[in-house]
């Protein structure tokens, strides 16, 4: 007798791709018209943007746990832990950079002035003014008055106001006290222990809850699909192939020049050794859509390599935490087309503050799964865009955003190998 086959999930990229597709349809079908007894599209449009509302509502308690869970998990030594931190730092940076080039130079947003009504399903006439972008009101105070400002005045205020890099902050500052209090007591049953059991298991309720959340995502995809191709028409997605191209230009670059140009100057490696020896890594990540869930792989991608097992240790099962360049570059990237197709210009003190802000949240949210989903609401908060506008751009950016998360696990991956090699040779010059 056959064994009854086991149900398996459709992965959530593919989910999505048919909530797209099903929403379109209602809406090129029915318009704004009603069917079903009253049901219109714009009733599923208000349905979705809650499930977004409840993955922004989780996001600032699970960034603070998880960053807490982190510090008091991970043991580091001190030397190599500085040399981490510095690699990871600069590679950051330099994709921070190759961002504002490409969102300064091109300025892909302006594609999207005009259509925003359309896009964000925005009420004509209720489209944000200037006084509602805070991050674009620099003549009020200074950027130092104004980066202050992100620094929590009590333990409760980040929460309340959804300040990310007031959470992580505070979350490091709690972190880092625990860790020391954790190592400086007896094995036992103490206060600290049990604090700190407290703290993995509500880290393991919140990320369960987020599994239960991403669940209702494809949902929240189709009912807002629904409702703006029901009122702007199939059209609507005509202008998004140039948010997808933007946002996979930066990640390429970064990916494909940066990294394999630093590999074989500084680490040694040519492009054909560290491309080609890292193809598998590469592609599992893309195609399983997570760095983590690809650390085997990347361990015998780099063992072929002639990395040390110390090196690839620290950088693929420790480092991971901190290698989130494909996230980080894609969120501030988002941030700023975003307010480019509103029409706002906003001073490179004000892009450099996104940039901070998506760096943070990126190490925040490391191993969480679909992670670009929590951070992307923070990090465009961060930018000063209205509550309304984050709530309907998200599950539109959706539509695409499952070829990008790949594109963003690969550059994750790519990152980790990096940073193993150059760890590395570190350690040969040392």
């Not at 949902?219 to 996979?248: H, S």
């Not at 890292?278 to 399983?288: K, L, P, V």
Request: charged share 10%; proline share 5%.
């Amino acid at each position: 007798m056959l064994a009854p086959q086991r149900w398996i999930p459709l992965p959530l990229y593919t989910q999505v791709l048919i909530a797209v597709a099903c929403g379109a349809l209602l809406g090129a079908i029915f318009g704004q018209e009603s069917y079903l007894g009253g049901l219109r599209n714009e009733h599923l449009g208000r349905i979705g943007l809650l499930v977004v509302t409840l993955l922004k509502t989780l996001a600032i308690p699970l960034i603070f746990f998880a960053i807490l869970d982190a510090l008091i998990r991970t043991s580091l030594p001190l030397r190599q832990g500085a040399k981490l931190l510095v690699i990871c730092f600069v590679n950051v940076s330099v994709a921070m950079t190759i961002g504002l080039v490409i969102m300064n130079t091109w300025q892909p947003g302006r594609a999207w002035v005009g259509h925003v009504d359309e896009l964000l399903h925005l009420v004509p006439g209720s489209a944000p003014s200037a006084g509602q972008l805070s991050a674009v009101q620099t003549g009020a105070q200074s950027p130092f008055e104004y980066l202050a400002s992100y620094i929590p005045r009590t333990i409760m205020a980040p929460f309340s106001s959804s300040n990310i890099i007031g959470v992580v902050l505070l979350a490091l500052v709690l972190g880092a006290t625990l860790r020391r209090l954790r190592g400086a007591a007896k094995q036992g049953s103490g206060v600290v222990h049990v604090l700190v059991g407290s703290i993995e298991r509500v880290y393991g309720w919140l990320v369960q809850m987020l599994g239960w959340i991403i669940l209702a995502v494809p949902l929240a995809v189709f009912g807002v699909v629904a409702q703006v191709v029901g009122k702007a028409g199939i059209g609507v997605f005509t202008v998004l192939w140039i948010f997808l191209a933007a946002m996979l230009l930066g990640l390429a670059v970064h990916a494909l020049v940066y990294y394999p140009l630093v590999a074989w100057l500084v680490g040694k490696k040519s492009p054909k050794v560290y491309l080609g020896q890292g193809a598998d890594a590469i592609m599992t990540a893309m195609s399983c859509n997570s760095s983590l869930a690809t650390v085997p792989v990347t361990l015998r991608c780099l063992e072929r390599m002639n990395v040390s097992p110390q090196s690839s240790r620290l950088a693929a099962c420790i480092g991971t935490n901190l290698n989130n360049d494909g996230v980080t570059l894609y969120e501030a990237m988002a941030a700023l087309f975003l307010a480019q197709a509103l029409g706002f210009d906003l001073p490179m003190a004000n892009q450099i503050l996104i940039v901070v802000a998506s760096i943070i949240a990126g190490a925040g949210v490391a191993g969480i799964p679909e992670a670009g989903l929590i951070v992307l609401p923070l990090v465009l908060s961060a930018a000063g865009l209205p509550a309304h506008v984050i709530v309907a751009a998200i599950p539109l950016i959706m539509t695409v955003d499952w070829i990008i998360a790949r594109a963003r696990s690969g550059v994750n991956v790519m990152s980790d190998m990096l940073v193993a090699i150059l760890l590395d040779t570190g350690r040969r010059v040392g």
